[in-house]
C-alpha cells in the first residue's frame, strides 16, 4: 500500500573525528557548520575507538580540505586538538520524516494535507474530506504510524449523524479495532465506547468553564448528561447532579465514571427522554408531604452496576416512583491523609423544591426542549431563585443572537433578562456553537 522505501534520503557527508573530551568546544567552534536536522544528533560516536567521536558536518561542506569552513575556525580548532576528516553517510528513512512530510509526497499535488485529528485516549478521530476518500487507508496508516503508540486506532466518521444518541457511525482504518478507550480531564477520569456513545474532546474547556460557574452545594440537572463531562466535575466539586441521557450506553458508562471518580453520593443517574425527565424531575406529586412520592426513577438500579450503593435511588415497578434516600455521605480528607472526615451531604428527594442549574447541551436541538418549562415550576412549593438555564445552540453566519433569544421565548411564552452568549467554538467555516446562559423567568411559572 505503502512504499517505505520511496522517502529514503541518502546523504554523503564529511565528519571530523575528535578527541571525545574536545567535543564540546569544537562543536562551538564549528557553529552554524554542523549537521543540523531536527531529531539527528550532530556529535556520534566513533565506531572505531572510544576515545573519539565524529562531529558530523554540514551539507554545505562539501570538500575534504574543509576549504568550505573559514580558515580562522580551523585554525582554532588545529590549536585544539589534533583532526582528521573523515568520510560519513546516514540515510533518513521513513520513520525520520513526519506526518505531513510524508503526506505531501504521497497525495496528489493541490490536495490539503490533513492536519489535525481529534484524539479520544488511544483513538484517533478523522474526518477525511470526500475528495481525499480515495487515499483514506494511506492517510490513516501514516496518522498510525507517526503518532504509535500513543494512538492504536484510527477510525473516520461515515456520514452524518442520524440516529437519537448523537452517536456517529465509523470504520476502522487502521490499528485494532477497539473503541473502548479513557480519557482525562481536569482531574476526572472517563471511560468510554466511542463506537457507542458521545464524546467531543474539544469541549474540555468548555466543561470546566461551566462547572466553575457552580458553588458547592448547588442542584445540577444535566438533562443531556452523556457519559459525564458537566456531571462527573460538578459532582466532584460536591454539587448534587440529576444527569439524564436518552443512551442507555452513555448512562452505563455515566455511572461507571461515578463510581471510577468516587462520585456516587454526590450523582443521580437517568436514562429517559429529556423532556419527560424534567418533568417528573420539577412536577410536585399529589402528596408531596409524603417522603419519596416524587415520580422519577433513576436507572442507577436497573440492572446497571448491580453493586452500587443501596442508597442509590430504587424503582418502583408499579408506579415508576423516586424513592430518594435523605441523604449521602461524602468522603473528603481534612489535614493529614489518614485522617478522614465524613461529611453528610443532603440530597433532596424533593427536586420540585429548588434546582441552581440546568445544562442543555445539545446544541443542535436543545432550543427546541425549552418549552417543557413553560409552566411547569409551581411557585408556592419553590425555594429560593429560579434555576439558570444553560441551553447550546448553533448560530450560523447570516443568523443573529436576537433570533435564537425569539425563538426561546416563544417556547418558553416568556421574556428572557440578561442573556448572555458564550462563543464556545467554530464548527464550520460559516456555523459556531454558543451557551445562551439565563434566569428562567417568573412568567415562565405561570401555567
Known amino acids: ?24 568546544v569544537a562543536s562551538k567552534l564549528l557553529d552554524g557548520h554542523m549537521l543540523d536536522k531536527p531529531r539527528i544528533k550532530p556529535v556520534v560516536e566513533d565506531p572505531t575507538s572510544e576515545k573519539t567521536r565524529y562531529v558530523i558536518l554540514s551539507e554545505k561542506v562539501q570538500n575534504p580540505d574543509l576549504s568550505d569552513i573559514p580558515a580562522h575556525i580551523l585554525d582554532e580548532l588545529k590549536k585544539l586538538c589534533k583532526i582528521e576528516t573523515v568520510p560519513y553517510s546516514m540515510t533518513l528513512g521513513y520513520s525520520y520524516w513526519g506526518a505531513d512530510d510524508v503526506l505531501k509526497k504521497v497525495l496528489p499535488s493541490g490536495l490539503e494535507v490533513p492536519s489535525s485529528f481529534e484524539t479520544i485516549g488511544h483513538v484517533a478521530h478523522l474526518n477525511i474530506p470526500d475528495v481525499l476518500l480515495p487515499y483514506k487507508d494511506v492517510i490513516a496508516k501514516v496518522i498510525y504510524d507517526k503518532n504509535y503508540p500513543r494512538i492504536l486506532t484510527v ?13 456517529p457511525k465509523f470504520e476502522v482504518l487502521a490499528g485494532k479495532p477497539d473503541m473502548a478507550t479513557e480519557v482525562k480531564q481536569y482531574g476526572a477520569t472517563f471511560k468510554l465506547d466511542y463506537g457507542l456513545v458521545y464524546w467531543n474532546s474539544r469541549l474540555e474547556h468548555e466543561h470546566i468553564r461551566l462547572v466553575n460557574k457552580f458553588d458547592q452545594g448547588e442542584i445540577i440537572c444535566d438533562m443531556f448528561a452523556g457519559i459525564g463531562p458537566f456531571a462527573i466535575p460538578a459532582a466532584q466539586k460536591r454539587c448534587l447532579v440529576y444527569a439524564n441521557d436518552l443512551n442507555p450506553d452513555s448512562v452505563r458508562y455515566l455511572k461507571m465514571n461515578a463510581d471510577i471518580n468516587k462520585v456516587n453520593g454526590n450523582l443521580r443517574a437517568y436514562n429517559m427522554d429529556a423532556r419527560k425527565f424534567v418533568s417528573q424531575l420539577l412536577a410536585v406529586p399529589v402528596g408531596e408531604s409524603k417522603v419519596g412520592d416524587s415520580s422519577l426513577v433513576s436507572s442507577a438500579q436497573c440492572g446497571i452496576q448491580a453493586n452500587m450503593k443501596e442508597n442509590f435511588i430504587e424503582r418502583n415497578s408499579e408506579n415508576d416512583d423516586l424513592k430518594c434516600a435523605d441523604c449521602h455521605e461524602a468522603v473528603k480528607i481534612k489535614g493529614s491523609e489518614n485522617k478522614r472526615i465524613k461529611t453528610r451531604v443532603p440530597f433532596t428527594n424533593k427536586s420540585w423544591e429548588h434546582i441552581d442549574h440546568v445544562i442543555m447541551n445539545l446544541p443542535a436541538s436543545a432550543l427546541q426542549f425549552l418549552d417543557v418549562f413553560k409552566g411547569l415550576i409551581q411557585r408556592k412549593y419553590w425555594k429560593g431563585s429560579l434555576p439558570w438555564i444553560h441551553c447550546y445552540c ?54
Do not use: T
Open 155 to 167: 477510525v473516520n466518521k461515515v456520514g452524518s449523524i442520524a440516529n437519537e444518541f448523537r452517536v
Open 394 to 447: 448553533f448560530i450560523r453566519s447570516y443568523e443573529s443572537q436576537d433570533l435564537v433569544i425569539s425563538e426561546a421565548e416563544s417556547l418558553l411564552n416568556a421574556k428572557i433578562h440578561g442573556p448572555v452568549f458564550h462563543r464556545v467554538r467554530d464548527v464550520a467555516p460559516n456555523k459556531a456553537m454558543y451557551c445562551l446562559s439565563f434566569r428562567l423567568p417568573e412568567e415562565a411559572c405561570i401555567n
Open 1 to 24: 500500500m505503502l512504499d517505505e522505501s520511496m522517502f529514503d534520503l541518502h546523504l554523503k557527508l564529511w565528519a571530523l573525528r575528535i578527541p571525545r573530551e574536545f567535543c564540546k
